[in-house]
């Protein structure tokens, strides 16, 4: 074999290393992601169950998960106060000309009689 031809083999055999790495690493990329998507159906399938537990024994929980639905409990009254919290800024009107804040269905500021 003169040397072109052992260039030219080199050079092909390199390629075909190449071609074979891509080819694993393509492969290693669709079962990692293959793995990542039973990962997430199991944490789907666990949360189900989460909401299914909490819907049915909110009120009588097991003492094993008494400290999670207490927690969802406790978040979801914090959720409710923070909504009704947005609510009521949101029928809260600001005086023009003083900036006090009133109730939105004020007619006149009760700090500064300046009509709203
Ligand atoms: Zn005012």
Redesign the pocket.
Same mark, same amino acid.
């Given at each position: 074999m003169g040397f072109f031809d052992t260039v030219v083999d080199t050079v092909t055999n390199a390629g075909r290393e190449v071609g074979d790495k891509a080819k694993e690493i393509a492969e290693t990329t669709k079962i990692k992601n293959e793995i990542a998507a039973e990962k997430r159906k199991i944490k789907e399938e666990y949360e189900k169950i989460g909401r299914l537990y909490v819907k049915e024994f909110k009120d009588r929980p097991n003492p094993l998960f008494a400290e999670s639905v207490n927690k969802i409990a406790a978040s979801e009254k914090l959720i409710a106060d923070k909504e009704a919290e947005l609510d009521d800024a949101k029928v809260f009107k600001v *005086?023009?000309? $003083? /900036?006090?804040g009133m109730s939105a269905d004020s007619k006149y *500021?009760?700090? $500064? /009689?300046?009509e709203?």
């Open positions: *005086c023009p000309n $003083c /900036g006090a *500021c009760s700090k $500064c /009689g300046q709203v």
